[in-house]
T-cell receptor
Framework: DGGITQSPKYLFRKEGQNVTLSCEQN?????MYWYRQDPGQGLRLIYY???????QKGDIAEGYSVSREKKESFPLTVTSAQKNPTAFYLC??????????????FGSGTRLTVV | KQEVTQIPAALSVPEGENLVLNCSFT??????LQWFRQDPGKGLTSLLL?????REQTSGRLNASLDKSSGRSTLYIAASQPGDSATYLC?????????????FGKGTSLLVTP
């Protein structure tokens, strides 16, 4: 079955550490996205990529970095510069990132906690 | 900046009732609107996608309408069941300063009691 796989499901980070969240899709989608979800705040866009080897900052990119070396993969690194990283992180993909606007498919999420 | 608002924030109904969830957006220049369901601690499941040229979409007991000119969408759930309990999110696909992406409301938390 096609879909998006996020791993790990739960992740714990010590102060000052960088951690990387994995996102893999086998839907042959061109566009991929990372969102952050906090209680009572809805989803906010961190980074997105419309094509391999290209990505753009979203609304809250500070303290995060991404890469898009393969169409199937869009890993997110939460760096030590991110002051409040505890949140639920969701990865998504869509057939295209342009105005033709296909529907989004989401992964099951990674819950990151700073300890 | 596009603002997406969902009303009510929470809703509790007895099983069997028909109910309506509301979504409004401030800028009518959207490409499509999508309704999602989220169970606690889980990812998002797409329910219905309405393109900007469409007025409504239906899937089973769910019906979503879109009025672009007034900036409104409604999700109608017929004959609600306890299994419908979840958070329902509305999102509009726009071209903003951040590029093409979904812009989300904060959701409506629905509880259907037996």
């Amino acid at each position: 079955d096609g879909g998006i796989t996020q791993s790990p499901k739960y992740l714990f980070r010590k102060e000052g550490q960088n951690v990387t969240l994995s996102c893999e899709q086998n839907l042959n989608h061109d566009a991929m996205y990372w969102y952050r979800q906090d209680p009572g705040q809805g989803l906010r866009l961190i980074y997105y990529s419309q094509i391999v080897n290209d990505f753009q900052k979203g609304d809250i990119a500070e303290g995060y970095s991404v890469s898009r070396e393969k169409k199937e993969s869009f890993p997110l690194t939460v760096t030590s510069a991110q002051k409040n990283p505890t949140a639920f992180y969701l990865c998504a993909s869509s057939a295209t990132g342009t105005s033709t606007g296909g529907g989004y498919t989401f992964g099951s999420g990674t819950r990151l906690t700073v300890v | 900046k596009q603002e997406v608002t969902q009303i009510p924030a929470a809703l509790s109904v007895p099983e069997g009732e028909n109910l309506v969830l509301n979504c409004s957006f401030t800028d009518s220049a959207i490409y499509n609107l999508q309704w999602f369901r989220q169970d606690p601690g889980k990812g998002l499941t797409s329910l219905l996608l309405i393109q900007s040229s469409q007025r409504e979409q239906t899937s089973g007991r769910l019906n979503a309408s879109l009025d672009k000119s007034s900036g409104r969408s409604t999700l109608y759930i017929a004959a609600s069941q306890p299994g419908d309990s979840a958070t329902y999110l509305c999102a509009v696909f726009i071209n903003s300063n951040s590029g093409y992406a979904l812009n989300f409301g904060k959701g409506t938390s629905l509880l259907v009691t037996p």
